[in-house]
């Protein structure tokens, strides 16, 4: 899989997980935040553990289940705090402050594994943040309970993405890292929503659509689509299309909840969509000019003369 094609991918995951902040949200009419959590991830489960079983046989490299157990911790989390988030903001504003994981997850990624974000990439970033601002009205309001849950969520998203694009590229199987996650989600929130929740089935049949929506696009969908897409891209690249969740979930609350943006939010979504075309050519512009940099090369060249020579002489032995 290209760049390009990884990249279009994560958009993809982008429009899904935008669309479903609207379920998030009605969601909890029925339901609990740790009760909604577990039995999305106990519907994405059930759809990607019998495709996991693809991968069986495969060796894993040494540290394997430290990083998996690291992933789907922090995947675990990452999504329960989102989800509360909920109960104290709007689907806009929830989408626009989870997208400032774009910002975060490059500064994450320099720190824990030493990846130097490229000028584009901090041009890019500083687009998206700029974007979310305009966005959420320039934050001039006090930040709520739910506001500051979705910043929380947002930082936590960019460690995770950070170790994820890291077990991804050490480790790949990519199934059966996303069936991992959402396993661990489900054990972890079910039994809480249990004890201090509201979890029926009375209560998961009234929420039923929303956690078809939630289960098979959100999350089945979307999550195993980006660990697919990471292993074929950076986290920085993936952060910032990833943040076109915010246009899309801007998008979902203006159809479905009656949410309207204001001219200025509408510029910055213009902005966010503007730093996702920038990313984009810039991967493809350096794909494009690295593999001309490579076959230009000297050694390159000298290397292809060698091996055409050694293939004449063979063949004039054969003769």
């Known amino acids: 899989m290209s760049k390009t094609q990884a990249n279009c991918l994560l958009l993809l995951a982008a429009a899904f997980w935008g669309f479903g902040n609207v379920a998030q949200k009605t969601v909890l009419d029925h339901l609990d935040p740790l009760s909604a959590v577990g039995m999305r991830c106990l519907?994405?489960?059930?759809?990607?553990?019998?495709?996991a079983m693809l991968e069986r046989g495969r060796r894993f490299r040494p540290g394997y289940w430290m990083s998996l157990i690291k992933v789907s911790a922090l995947f675990s989390i990452s999504i329960a705090i989102q989800q509360v988030c909920y109960l104290g903001t709007s689907v806009t504003n929830a989408s626009?402050?989870?997208?400032?994981?774009?910002?975060?997850?490059?500064?994450?990624?320099?720190?824990?594994?030493?990846?130097?974000?490229?000028?584009?990439?901090g041009l890019a970033a500083g687009m998206t943040l700029v974007g979310v601002l305009l966005l959420s009205g320039g934050l001039t309001a006090s930040f709520s309970q739910g506001d500051?849950?979705?910043?929380?969520?947002?930082?936590?998203?960019?460690?995770?993405?950070?170790e994820l694009g890291r077990h991804m590229q050490t480790q790949g199987a990519p199934l059966t890292t996303a069936a991992a996650?959402?396993?661990?989600?489900?054990?972890?929130?079910?039994?809480?929503?249990?004890?201090?929740?509201?979890?029926?089935?009375?209560?998961?049949?009234?929420?039923?659509p929303e956690l078809a929506v939630l289960?098979?696009?959100?999350?089945?969908?979307?999550?195993?689509i980006q660990t697919i897409a990471q292993r074929f891209t950076s986290a920085s690249h993936a952060a910032v299309i990833v943040s076109a969740e915010s246009v899309f979930?801007?998008?979902?609350?203006?159809?479905?909840?009656?949410?309207?943006?204001?001219?200025?939010?509408?510029?910055?979504?213009?902005?966010?969509?503007?730093?996702?075309?920038?990313?984009?050519?810039?991967v493809h512009r350096n794909s494009q000019a690295g593999g001309g940099r490579v076959r230009?090369?000297?050694?390159y060249v000298d290397g292809q003369a060698a091996i055409k020579g050694r293939i004449r002489k063979l063949n004039e032995v054969r003769r």
């Open 96 to 121: 626009f402050l989870v997208s400032t994981a774009t910002v975060m997850t490059p500064l994450a990624a320099w720190f824990l594994i030493g990846e130097r974000p490229t000028a584009i990439v």
């Open 296 to 299: 230009n090369h000297p050694r």
């Open 148 to 162: 500051l849950a979705a910043i929380l969520s947002a930082a936590c998203y960019a460690l995770w993405m950070v």
């Open 43 to 51: 519907i994405a489960a059930l759809m990607i553990a019998p495709l």
């Open 249 to 282: 979930g801007a998008i979902g609350a203006a159809i479905f909840l009656s949410e309207r943006l204001s001219p200025i939010g509408a510029v910055g979504a213009a902005v966010v969509l503007g730093a996702i075309i920038l990313l984009s050519l810039s």
């Open 215 to 224: 289960g098979i696009f959100s999350t089945a969908g979307a999550f195993g």
């Open 181 to 208: 996650q959402f396993i661990v989600a489900a054990v972890i929130t079910l039994p809480l929503g249990a004890l201090h929740g509201n979890l029926s089935l009375a209560a998961i049949s009234d929420a039923g």
